[in-house]
């Protein structure tokens, strides 16, 4: 059974930071891994889809990056914002609908 | 604008009474699906539905129904309600299940099972 592990599971840093959000999937057979973000009260959104054939997928100053065979996706965030505090999802999709890690709860401090 | 909608976003019951929390979405998106968030727990899928007509049981489908009579709505049924299903839902859709298809999330309907 596919397991999705997200760490840390809470972040702070200053606001200006480069960080990495790390996720970690145990059954490679995927069809791609998806990047969400959820603000408090909110429902999610689809940040970046990365295909399984894929190794990066980049939206502004976000980047995401996967490696299949050892069964990780990193979200790097660059010069991070206060308005980036959130909670950051990492889900994967195989033969059955998506897994979801728990999350990393960002604060990004002004 | 393209969205998934939910209703009610709250909603406070008492157990045994029987109630529905209704998902649309105005994308034709053939898949869609509902999930619970619990803390410590995080999103499970409860059930989903390839296309009218054609529904499956996710991780914790014990205690809830759908129906997925038009493409474009597909409601979530607790028959008779229980404290352990107090929980935030979501809703969602995609196109469908191909590799490059996103997964659309609705607003989230909190709910209290007294």
């Known amino acids: 059974k596919q397991e999705v592990t997200q760490i840390p599971a809470a972040l702070s840093v200053p606001e200006g930071e480069n960080l990495v959000l790390n996720c970690s999937f145990t059954?490679?057979?995927?069809?791609?891994l998806q990047w969400f973000r959820q603000d408090p009260g909110k429902g999610l959104t689809s940040l970046l889809l990365?295909?399984?054939?894929?190794r990066e997928q980049t939206s502004g100053r976000l980047n995401a990056s996967l490696d299949k065979s050892s069964g990780r996706s990193t979200l790097y965030i660059a010069a991070s914002q206060p308005g980036d505090s959130a909670t950051y999802l990492c889900?994967?999709?195989?033969?059955?609908?998506?897994?979801f890690g728990k999350g990393t709860r960002l604060s990004v401090i002004a | 604008e393209a969205q998934v909608t939910q209703n009610p976003r709250y909603l406070i019951t008492v157990t045994g009474k029987k109630l529905t929390v209704t998902c649309s979405q105005n994308?034709?998106?053939?898949?869609m699906s509902w999930y619970r968030q619990d803390p410590g727990l995080g999103l499970r899928q409860i059930y989903y539905?390839?296309?009218?007509?054609?529904?499956d049981k996710g991780d914790v489908p014990e205690g809830y129904k759908v129906s997925r009579k038009e493409k474009r709505n597909f409601p979530l049924i607790l028959e008779s309600p229980s404290p352990n299903q107090t929980s935030l839902y979501f809703c969602?859709?995609?196109?469908?299940?191909?590799?490059?298809?996103?997964?659309?999330f609705g607003p989230g309907t909190r709910l209290s099972v007294l």
């Open positions: 539905s390839m296309n009218v007509e054609v529904t």
């Open positions: 889900a994967v999709r195989g033969n059955t609908p998506l897994v």
């Open positions: 990365i295909q399984s054939s894929q």
């Open positions: 994308m034709n998106h053939e898949y």
């Open positions: 059954d490679s057979a995927i069809y791609n």
């Open positions: 969602a859709s995609s196109p469908g299940l191909a590799s490059y298809d996103t997964q659309y």
